[in-house]
């Protein structure tokens, strides 16, 4: 069982996330930035699991990535996000693959989500069986985490069992 984690992140928490719930996903375990993340998938990958902010209710754009530098974001990601990556990735209908987010708490009524949008673009395009999807919430636009989630975000890694299924609607 081999693992892949891939991020994007433009002030840090996904990041956070997606390193801590390393020790929770079955090893090995690589965690690698979108602008670093391989396409095709290596073939000896059987769980991927694919994180990204929010933004405008869904996974972030080059727009909406550019806004996020207007607001004090580092300029090192805004070229490439979750959805571009997805996007130029070939059907791999074998692989699991478990989407998570990163929210707004203040906002959390409203229903947009980028790992539900992540998650249909994969059940559409054939990438792989979905088998979780979960927002994890910050304080902020630049964050903090709110307290707990990364315990919560770790929970969620421990849960997620290869070869189960959530529908991606
Ligand atoms: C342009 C932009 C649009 C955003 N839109 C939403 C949104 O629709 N819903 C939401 O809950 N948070 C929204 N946010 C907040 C992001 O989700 C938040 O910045 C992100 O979780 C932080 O993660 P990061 O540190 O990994 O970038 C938005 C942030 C930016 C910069």
């Known amino acids: 069982m081999t693992t892949l984690v891939v991020h994007e992140s433009m002030f840090g928490n996904t990041r956070t996330v997606a390193h ?24 000896d990958v059987d769980l991927l699991v694919v994180g990204g902010p929010t933004h405008a209710f869904s996974m972030s754009r080059a727009t909406t990535r550019h806004d996020a530098v207007t607001q004090g974001a580092g300029p090192d990601h805004e070229a490439l996000g979750i959805r571009e990556w997805l996007d130029g990735l070939p059907p791999s209908p074998h692989v699991a693959v478990a989407a998570f987010d990163t929210r707004i708490a203040k906002v959390r009524h409203l229903p947009g989500s980028a790992a539900k949008a992540a998650s249909k673009v994969v059940a559409r395009h054939h990438l792989g069986h979905v088998i979780g999807v979960e927002s994890f919430y910050v304080d902020d636009v630049a964050g903090p985490l709110r307290e707990g989630e990364v315990e919560r975000a ?11 299924l959530v529908d991606a609607d």
Do not use: K, Q, Y
């Open 154 to 164: 770790r929970t969620w890694a421990r849960s997620l069992v290869p070869g189960d």
């Open 20 to 43: 801590a719930i390393t020790p929770d996903l079955p090893g090995p375990v690589e965690v690698v930035d979108v602008v670093d993340a391989p396409t095709p998938l290596p073939p």
